[in-house]
DNA sequence: CGCAAAATCATCCAAAAGAATGACGACAAC
DNA sequence: GTTGTCGTCATTCTTTTGGATGATTTTGCG
């Protein structure tokens, strides 16, 4: 069975049994309170009717309440991030030489330091999950590394990309 | 479907998980309320009471609902400000605490990004590698991370780690 | 042209990583 | 003394990654 989509699938099928296991507690409930209403004879429906009303506008007032009361602070933190101004950054053509390390490669080791998979890499550039599997391999030998992390870390150390 | 979005599923599933037990926790006090009231043949004059005390508690609620749901949201405003290039490197506390980041789960980033497998990072710190796991998996979620290489590259424009 | 390097894709298999969930003890805060 | 956070660990499952290997197609170059 090929995984297509990218988003988690099980995600969505846990989501989906919770709405479900939502709903079905929902509906055993109503049950509930109308089976006790009729086996104790009372029609007063008031009750459960303005206590429903009663509870949903004063939740939405809770959660408004405090979204607006809490959402006060965190609005603006500016932070100092030394940004390298000075630096269009070119790889250590001298070290990939050194390497062995072709244009492909190097490519699709950019791509796993952005921190892609190997399937969102295929999907960049229009080739098969196969194919960046093969060059990931080579590149991974050619680093001497046995995992991506790593292989971004030697690559960074050794000045191949950013 | 498709393959673009990145919003965390972990959080998705925390919404809906909270709805879930805010909307049985509501029922259910219904139910008792309900129960209560026959059992005590309490009837009369019972509206405004229960409607108080169902308004009080829903909007206790809703407020923590609200604030739960709502609980990380950054909403940074980043200033680039050119900064010394030799510096002995501090992790920004404040993005720290904004994203909730625990000392250890920032101790394992570090050597998620240093490029060491679970295993070695369990070895490292002398904890299992199941351990390791739920760390990083709190980091991811806490990052808006689904891969390793994510979380490092997250980490990294974030300042948390060199 | 013909060759070699690079790029492409496949298949099978093993290992690592990640997701979901539940649990427990320590410890600080209220 | 309850409450909440943190760190710890386990189990089950799915997904991703990596290894090994072979094959086909481009492509640049002498």
């Known amino acids: 069975m090929p995984p297509t989509t990218e988003s988690s699938p099980h995600s ?29 004879l009372v029609i007063e429906h008031s009750f459960e009717i303005y206590g429903g009303l009663i509870a949903a506008l004063f939740s939405a007032l809770g959660i408004w309440l405090g979204l607006t009361l809490t959402r006060k602070k965190p609005s603006v933190i500016i932070k100092e991030i030394p940004a390298s101004p000075s630096e269009p950054f070119v790889p250590d053509e001298a070290r990939l ?6 244009p492909r490669e190097l490519e699709i080791l950019g791509l796993i330091a952005a921190g892609l998979s190997n399937r969102e890499i295929a999907a960049h550039l229009f080739v098969s999950e196969n194919t960046v599997k093969t060059h990931s391999s080579r590149l991974f030998d050619k680093l001497g590394a046995r995992r991506r992390t790593q292989a971004v870390q030697l690559a960074k150390t050794s000045r191949l990309i950013p």
């Open 97 to 102: 030489a050194q390497l062995a390390i072709t």
């Open 12 to 40: 969505r099928r846990r989501a989906f049994r919770d709405i479900l296991v939502y709903g079905i507690a929902g509906g055993l409930l109503i049950l509930i309170l109308k089976l006790t209403e009729y086996r104790f």
